[in-house]
């Protein structure tokens, strides 16, 4: 039975913006150019600059799109920048994304890359 | 509102004071929507007695479905559930390591599951005596 792997050196990039804008799309594609690998995402409400069209003033609930990604240390800046500048987050109500770090991962690694990895590992040691 | 803003203090500096609570570890599960989550909060409720679970759904766009997509395209992204679980850090590894087991997360296309910190938690506990739900 083969053993579990766990990655560490990880972080999780969320980001929070608006359905209707569909920039989640354009992030994610931004994400994916950049290096992630994989992503997830779900719908969500929340407030945004559409509140101000309420009736009265009152605050209206605007869709939201939460998307989550995965990143490795030294992905992390990269892909959050360009996400970021993506998103259009600098424009005031786009949305907003964080970062959390990740202490450990289990999934599935193929063989082949774990081979990979460990004869990466083998000749940064006989170095 | 001084009493709001004290509160918020006391967060800020680290322990809130006066609130029951310890620090804990947030394990989440991304699974297939299959069952596999409710199966997951059924087991550390029965086994582990461990009941601060939730569970939601999202779409998933894996490693493997990224590989295959046409350039400029993003792939077809799969329903999956996310299993959030917040647990004692004393019990994190071991809780950690009996999910990936039973998810089975060490096959293709089990999804994943990680662990991060959650630096200060309110306990939860259900009512003792209620009679269990049908299944």
């Known amino acids: 039975m083969s053993k579990i792997t766990y990655l560490t050196d990880a972080w999780l990039i969320t980001c929070v913006v608006s359905t209707a804008t569909k920039q989640a799309e354009k992030m994610l594609l931004a994400a994916r150019d950049a290096g992630a690998k994989g992503a997830l995402g779900h719908h969500a409400r929340g407030y945004g600059e559409r509140e101000r069209l309420g009736a009265l003033g009152v605050a209206v609930e605007t869709d939201k799109d939460v998307i989550e990604v995965l990143v490795s240390t030294e992905q992390r800046d990269c892909v959050f920048e360009v996400m970021y500048t993506a998103g259009g987050l600098d424009k005031p109500g786009a949305g907003y994304m964080y970062i959390t770090p990740i202490e450990r991962i289990a999934t599935y690694v193929p063989a082949s890359v774990m081979d990979r990895l460990e004869e990466a590992g083998r000749r940064r040691g006989a170095l | 509102m001084t009493d709001n803003r004290q509160i918020a203090d006391r967060v800020l500096?680290?322990?809130?004071?006066?609130?029951?609570?310890?620090?804990?570890?947030?394990?989440?599960?991304?699974?297939?929507?299959?069952?596999?989550?409710?199966?997951?909060?059924?087991?550390?409720?029965?086994?582990?007695?461990?009941?601060?679970?939730?569970?939601?759904?999202?779409?998933?766009?894996?490693?493997?479905?990224?590989?295959?997509?046409?350039?400029?395209?993003?792939?077809?992204?799969?329903?999956?559930?996310?299993?959030?679980?917040?647990?004692?850090?004393?019990?994190?590894?071991?809780?950690?390591?009996?999910?990936?087991?039973?998810?089975?997360?060490?096959?293709?296309?089990?999804?994943?599951?990680?662990?991060?910190?959650?630096?200060?938690?309110?306990?939860?506990?259900?009512?003792?005596?209620?009679?269990?739900?049908?299944?």
Do not use: N, W
Request: hydrophobic residues 35%.
């Open chain 2, 13 to 135: 500096r680290g322990v809130p004071e006066g609130v029951p609570g310890e620090p804990c570890k947030l394990i989440s599960a991304v699974t297939p929507d299959d069952g596999t989550d409710l199966s997951l909060m059924r087991l550390l409720r029965e086994k582990k007695g461990v009941v601060s679970a939730s569970s939601r759904a999202c779409l998933t766009v894996s490693v493997l479905a990224v590989a295959q997509a046409k350039p400029g395209k993003l792939p077809e992204p799969s329903l999956s559930r996310v299993t959030e679980i917040l647990v004692p850090e004393a019990q994190a590894d071991e809780l950690f390591e009996l999910l990936c087991e039973h998810a089975q997360i060490k096959r293709s296309g089990g999804g994943l599951v990680f662990l991060r910190p959650a630096p200060f938690c309110t306990p939860y506990t259900l009512p003792q005596g209620l009679p269990e739900e049908e299944r």
